[in-house]
């Protein structure tokens, strides 16, 4: 007997919960800091993106100069992977998220983004030849419908039709972009490292970005007002840096489905955020779609 008292086991799970809701608060306030960076000043998605990943780069490379000491040699293989997988995620994910971010509200831009472990489940089932079970089939179908409400409202509140249908195709696009990440970077995780892994993808993705940004955008781009650097940086630490240690922290502590399943406050917060911060409406349409969103991923999440 313990008289009561709160065991070791209960302590780092309520941590792990902690760490994972903080992880979701990060991400979750990506698309306001993108939002006040595009107020503050006319700058582009390639150089804003450059801005926040150049930001967060001193961190990773530290964390992959450390696991490079601990882990084992990485193999011409393990260089391939991560070229590929960090083109697709911090890279191509990010820059259509950007892209999209100048067309739509803050609120459906992270309802679309959260399809993506919807998007995961079918790219597995694409590649294994396996079939849909009836409760991924359900939870495509309310995360589907929820958006559906969502787009309702933004494309009511914008008046622009063309502009909003552009932006949640360039985020629909960041979504898919991102789910392939994921499905295929489960081996390289296996063999790397959470940490590790994440490091050295997002150097990868850093250095094609800055690339990107080169052959597009002149180095005068980058000489933007203060409010642009402070909006990057806080981008970088609080949406970058530290939710990426935080979910790492939370899955070492409760699994990643529990972690999956707390994120799913993140666009609700995303939303609230919105409403309180960059003064975006809300409406019953746009609750009741991020309530159906929410209800496919748990669904599809759940075991």
Do not use: C
Not at 25 to 48: C, E, R
């Amino acid at each position: 007997m313990h008289g009561g008292g709160v065991t070791s086991e209960e302590s780092n799970y309520r941590l792990g919960f902690w760490f994972a809701l903080l992880a979701a608060a990060g991400f979750s306030g990506k698309a306001i800091f993108v939002k006040l960076a595009y107020g503050a000043a006319p700058v582009d998605a390639v150089t804003l993106l450059a801005l926040r990943l150049l930001y967060s780069l001193p961190v990773f490379v530290w964390v992959a100069l450390d696991a490079q000491r601990k882990g084992p040699p990485l193999t011409r293989r393990d260089w391939f992977v991560l070229g590929a997988l960090g083109l697709l995620g911090y890279y191509g994910a990010s820059i259509l998220d950007f892209l999209g971010l100048q067309y739509i509200t803050a609120g459906l831009e992270r309802l679309i983004l959260f399809t993506y472990p919807t998007l995961t489940v079918l790219i597995g089932v694409a590649s294994m030849g396996k079939s849909l079970s009836r409760r991924e089939v359900g939870a495509l179908l309310l995360s589907y419908a929820g958006i559906g409400l969502a787009f309702v409202h933004d494309l009511h509140v914008a008046g622009e039709p063309a502009a909003v249908i552009l932006g949640g195709v360039l985020v629909f696009g960041s979504s898919l972009s991102y789910a392939f990440y994921l499905a295929g970077s489960a081996s390289a995780i296996t063999r790397l490292g959470a940490m590790r892994f994440s490091a050295l993808a997002t150097i990868v993705s850093t250095g094609a970005t800055v690339l990107h940004q080169a052959l597009t955008q002149p180095i005068e781009a980058y000489l933007q007002p203060l409010p642009v650097h402070l909006y990057a940086l806080g981008m970088a630490l609080v949406s970058t840096v530290m939710p990426v240690f935080a979910q790492s922290a939370a899955i070492a502590r409760i699994g990643s489905s529990r972690s999956v399943m707390v994120g799913t406050v993140g666009p609700m917060l995303t939303i609230f955020f919105g409403w309180t911060i960059l003064d975006e409406p809300v409406s019953l349409a746009q609750l009741t779609g991020a309530g159906l969103v929410l209800a496919g991923v748990l669904l599809v999440t759940r075991r």
